[in-house]
C-alpha cells in the first residue's frame, strides 16, 4: 500500500512537472516550481509550508492535483493552513473555508491574517461576514483594514454600531484605513467623446471641457 502511495506522487510529481512551464507568466523569473513541489515531502515541516507557501505565491495550476494529495496526508497544522491558501491560489475556492475556520484559533490566526490580506480584492469575505463568531469576526475586519475598498465601506458600517465593543473598534479601525486609501486614489473619470467637424467621428484626445 505504501509503495502504491509513493508511487502515485511520483506520477503526480511528474505530471507537475511538465505542466510547470506553462504556469509561469512570459517574462517573469524563471522559478523550478517542480523542485519546489518536491520539498512538500519533506520530513522538515517548516519545509513543506516554506514550498506550500512559493506555490501559492506562483499560483502555479499544474501543481493542484500534487498539493490536494499532501493536503490529505499532512498532519502539522501549519503546513496543512499554507497548503489550503496555495490551493486557493491555484483555483480551489472552496479551500477559503478552513482559512476562515482558523481566524478563530489563536495560534493560526496570525498566520491566515497573512495570507488573506494577500487578496487581490474583498470579495471573497464579504459572505462570511455575517456567518462567523465575534472572534472570526475581527480579525475578518482586520484583514479587510488592509483589502477593503469603497464598497467595503458599505459593508462593514452595521459593524461599527455592534454592542460588541471589540468588533465596533475593529469595524472603526478598517472604516478609517479604507477611508484613507480611497481618498489616496484618485478617481479616473471617462473620456467625454467631442464632435469633430465631421459627421459621424468624434476626438477622444481632448480632455473634457
Known sequence: MK????????????FAASASAQDEPS??????SAAVARKLSSRNAFE??????????????????????????????RVKLALDWALYRMGKNESIF?????LDEKKQAE?????LRQLEGPGPLYVFLDRVNGNTRIRLLEVLAAVGDRDT????????ESLDPL???AAKFAEREINIRVEETPVV?????????KVGSVDETQPPS
Open 48 to 77: 513543506r509550508r516554506a514550498a506550500a507557501e512559493e506555490l501559492a505565491r506562483l499560483a502555479s495550476v499544474g501543481h493542484r492535483r500534487l498539493a490536494e494529495g499532501y493536503r490529505a496526508q499532512e498532519k502539522d497544522t
Open 3 to 14: 509503495s502504491k502511495l509513493v508511487l502515485t506522487f511520483a506520477l503526480l510529481a511528474l
Open 27 to 32: 517574462g517573469a523569473p524563471a522559478v523550478d
Open 167 to 169: 468588533i465596533a473598534d
Open 153 to 160: 465601506l458599505e459593508r462593514i458600517k452595521p459593524f461599527t
Open 189 to 197: 473619470e471617462p473620456k467625454r467623446q467631442r464632435k469633430t467637424g
Open 111 to 115: 498566520q491566515v491574517v497573512g495570507y
Open 98 to 102: 478552513p482559512l476562515v475556520d482558523a
